[in-house]
């Protein structure tokens, strides 16, 4: 299961001073994110710049 701590998506708000998912989903999309049991996170994208060039290695 991914972590939300290590993926782009998941931002620092400096107004609120915490993290959220900066995702953009319209009604419908998010009614399914929320009423669905992911195992993995359909939006989880790695933080992780370098994650390609080791595969490459």
Known sequence: MAAC???SNYV????DESYYCNVNLD???YYRFVSSNYK??????????????????
């Open 12 to 15: 620092y708000d400096d107004e």
């Open 40 to 57: 993995n996170c359909p939006y989880y994208q790695s933080n992780d710049d370098y994650k390609i060039v080791r595969h490459q290695m």
């Open 27 to 29: 009604e419908d999309e």
């Open 5 to 7: 701590e290590y993926c």
